[in-house]
């Protein structure tokens, strides 16, 4: 009898169970995201594009932006300061054609990029980045759907046999202008489920690859709203992608002057520039961010990829403030365990970037924030978690730029609306406070506050304590003095929940972190 059929056997057997082991040590979503740690972005390298004239071939993308090609050596030290994940933002408007077919020349650079990022022993994720900006291609919506598939079904097939270590992301948050909230929804839907058809179709190890899913328009409260769709995925190994910048006023402002964004349709944005960070206002949000993304992903084990987040670093921001920014965003989001937060950096100082780490000559721009990502990779920081505690009161004492007070409450039920004012005995008559809000159908709430509402204090301050059990606020509150007199003021708002939830001792934690970042 021959050996032949017995040894071919023996092969098969070996076979089904390397294939056995190869599907059962695939991680999950949940447990790969976990691992990615913290993230740095290589911004202004293949992101850079110019729709002005003409690019011929990579050099003058990378060079538009004044960088030389990444080497394995700059991952390797980028590595050394505690970064897991590498996140490779490229748009592809200048190289591909009409149809979305990839000029092979700039396959085979973003592919060394890959590799090198890969052999370092780092994840990759790969986009398509500001294709979307509004007069780029992909800002065209459905009618360049096919265009769109046709892109990710090249990558796809370009690097179906990459291990999991690459990971792709569907788009950077896109700016479609469709003027019903539910219609751009159904847009983000349609192009994210064809991005997970195109690559789990390609077979190979895109199969079981993590996919990033795009959030909307860089707004956390649409991307968490009740009304987004993930897609429909067979494999169910999507993440979603967020991309934080709050408060924007902070982070992305970096001239005296406000900045002005106009998304057409009447749709006008202003940003004003703030200095500092991490009052009481700036912590109430973050926290309220962060439960935001816990309950409409991570609860429903879709796990956070913080795709951007940092600070413009130029010399009108307080230096103290970025690193607090810093610590706390990548520290709550490694205490959560299961949001990874990409740095954006763009290495090379230039006015309206954010610079942290020139990653050509291997050097950052501050120690301290280089130790304090050291220090969070290995999870040896002050953990956010050891200060949160429950509580039914959310309380606020810094008041917005107008003086009046605005706490976002989501959808927690109110009981009482309590705050101090500051008011003259002889104008107390005349004192009139509005407290606003909005119902779940988007209906307006207005109660009327009366000066003889109050009660006075011993400091000769008012305080009013308003019974609202029987209002159905939502999302937010506003308290806003509309009596006239420039003489009254509010000093705090203090708004009672009808149910306990997470609130933050940051008085504490600032005092914890200050040697980390003074």
């Known amino acids: 009898m021959s050996s032949l059929p017995f040894i071919l056997i023996c092969f098969f057997i070996i076979s089904l169970i390397l294939n056995y082991l190869t599907l059962s040590s ?26 002005s004239y003409e690019i011929l071939n990579p050099n003058d993308q990378l060079t538009l932006c004044g960088y030389d090609m990444p080497t394995k050596s700059m991952f390797m030290s980028i590595k050394k300061y505690g970064f897991k994940t590498i996140r490779f933002p490229v748009t592809w408007i200048n190289i591909i054609d009409n149809n979305g ?18 052999d370092s022993n780092l994840y990759c994720i790969l986009n398509v980045h500001d294709d979307g900006l509004i007069g780029n291609w992909l800002n065209e919506g459905l009618n360049v759907k096919n265009k769109y598939i046709n892109l990710w079904r090249q990558i796809s097939n370009e690097f179906k046999n990459y291990d999991e270590n690459l990971i792709f992301e569907s788009m950077k948050e896109i700016e479609y202008r469709t003027g019903e909230f539910t219609d751009y929804i159904q847009v983000i839907f349609n192009f994210t489920q064809a991005f997970v058809d195109t690559v789990r179709n390609s077979g190979g190890n895109n199969i079981n690859r993590l996919l990033i899913i795009s959030g909307i328009r860089m707004n956390i409260d649409f991307t968490c709203s009740s009304d987004y769709k993930m897609p429909i995925d067979p494999s169910n190994k999507l993440a979603i992608s967020i991309i934080y910048y709050y408060p924007s006023d902070f982070t992305l402002v970096y001239d005296d002057k406000p900045s002005v964004y106009d998304f057409g349709e009447g749709e006008i944005y202003v940003l004003n520039s703030l200095t500092n960070w991490g009052n009481d206002n700036d912590y109430i949000e973050i926290v309220t961010n962060f439960e935001m993304m816990k309950k409409a992903f991570i609860d429903k084990g879709i796990p956070v990829i913080i795709t951007e987040c940092g600070v413009i670093t130029e010399q009108k921001k307080n230096i103290t403030s970025i690193r607090e920014y810093l610590y706390t965003v990548f520290s709550m989001s490694i205490d959560y365990e299961y949001i990874s937060p990409c740095l954006w950096d763009t290495s090379i100082k230039n006015d309206g970037d954010t610079n942290y780490y020139n990653r050509e000559k291997n050097e950052w721009y501050d120690e301290k924030i280089k130790k304090m990502f050291k220090t969070i990779s290995k999870r040896r ?25 605005y706490i976002k409450i989501e959808k927690k039920a109110v009981s009482k609306v309590i705050f101090n004012a500051n008011i003259p005995l002889s104008f107390i ?15 307006w709430i207005f109660i009327l506050v009366e000066g003889k509402e109050g009660k006075r204090e011993y400091d000769g301050s008012y305080s009013f304590n308003i019974d609202v059990k029987n209002k159905n606020f939502n999302d937010y509150i506003y308290l806003v003095n509309i009596s006239g007199n420039n ?15 997470l609130s933050f001792n940051y008085t504490g934690y600032k005092i914890d972190i200050s040697d980390y970042i003074s």
Not at 33 to 41: A, D, L, P
Not at 385 to 403: M, Q, V
Not at 429 to 443: H, M, P, Q, T, Y
């Open 381 to 405: 920081n002050i953990k956010p978690f050891d200060y949160y505690y429950n509580t039914t009161y959310l309380t606020k004492i810094t008041p917005i730029t107008d003086g009046n007070f």
């Open 101 to 118: 077919n990839i000029n092979t020349v700039w396959i085979s650079r973003i592919k060394e990029t890959i590799n090198n990022v890969i």
């Open 26 to 51: 695939t991680k999950s979503a949940m447990e790969l995201v976990k691992e990615m740690g913290i993230g740095y972005n290589l911004g202004n390298l293949f992101d850079c594009h110019n729709n």
């Open 487 to 501: 003489l009254t003021s509010f000093n705090n708002l203090t708004i009672q929940f009808q149910e306990s939830f």
């Open 429 to 443: 008559s005349d004192f009139a406070c509005g407290i606003i809000s909005v119902d779940e159908k988007g209906e």
